[in-house]
């Protein structure tokens, strides 16, 4: 049997020229590899993030238009970051926090009301923002976790606070279109959070996902922003969630 030789690619243009990404908690993982992957598809960045220096060697590596550094759980420092910012923008992704694995019977009520709203505030406030901020058929572009999908031992207030993330996006791309609003839910990836959640047991981590994964490998940023820029791109998206796991919660 004879194979005809692979086709040329077909030459395109870059499909984020001329658009603006924000990223909310841009300066590391996966906030950084979309940044990196939006700006080789032709996009101008804006990132923000607590740790200045940090930022500072973000933007640099990347080339982004311009940064903020600030604390987006700051309301205050939030609304003065989106008065300054450019209008309209394209698209915004909210990375900024992180999961807790808090066992559920060791929380006091306090701890339970800013586990559980801590990622729906910080997405709503940034809604009410993005409004005013965002072109039509621009996207607001969430991060969650699959942990929902298979509550096992170990993952405490985790799986409760993601499962609400997929009905807030898709309630908030009603009230926000032609806004488009979506949700990438995400597995187990190899960014900066998981080396500082897993400390000494990453790399055990890393070989026990790779025997079990039907990918054979772990998630890495880079994924994950190929697929934060495919939804940017794909003007058909809206009030979805997107799992990327390499099937990890196939196989527990
Ligand atoms: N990694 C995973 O396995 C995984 C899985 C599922 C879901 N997620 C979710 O995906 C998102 C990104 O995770 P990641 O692994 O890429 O995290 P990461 O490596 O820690 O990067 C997070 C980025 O956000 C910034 N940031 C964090 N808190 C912030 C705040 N309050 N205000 C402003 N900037 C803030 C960080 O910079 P500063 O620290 O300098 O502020 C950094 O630039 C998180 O919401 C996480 O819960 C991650």
Do not use: C, K, W
Request: proline fraction near 6%.
């Amino acid at each position: 049997m004879s194979f005809e030789p692979s086709a040329a690619p077909v030459p395109r243009d870059p499909a984020l020229l001329g658009q603006t990404l924000v990223v909310i908690g841009g300066s590391a993982g996966i906030g950084l590899a979309t940044a990196r992957h939006a700006r080789a598809e032709g996009a101008a960045v804006i990132l923000t993030g607590r740790d200045p220096e940090r930022l500072r060697t973000a933007a640099a590596e990347v080339g982004a238009l311009s940064t903020a550094a600030f604390d987006a759980d700051d309301s205050a420092a939030l609304q003065r970051f989106f008065q300054n910012l450019p209008s309209p923008v394209d698209h915004i992704m909210v990375t900024a926090g992180h999961p807790s694995y808090r066992r559920l019977l060791d929380m006091d009520a306090d701890q339970a009301r800013r586990a559980i709203s801590g990622h729906t505030a910080l997405a709503l406030e940034v809604a009410r923002l993005a409004a005013g901020t965002v072109r039509p058929g621009g996207t607001l572009l969430l991060l969650g976790g699959t942990g929902a999908r298979r509550v096992r031992a170990g993952l405490g207030i985790a799986p409760a606070v993601t499962a609400a993330l997929p009905a807030l996006t898709a309630g908030l791309a009603l009230e926000l279109a032609p806004v488009r609003v979506n949700l990438i839910a995400a597995g187990f990836v190899d960014t900066p959070l998981s080396a500082r959640l897993l400390g000494d047991g990453l790399d055990a981590r890393r070989e026990e996902l790779r025997a079990a994964l039907p990918i054979g490998r772990v998630v890495v940023p880079a994924d994950v922003a190929a697929l934060a820029v495919h939804i940017m791109t794909n003007t058909a998206l809206t009030g979805a969630t997107y799992d990327i796991d390499g099937g990890q919660q196939l196989v527990g």
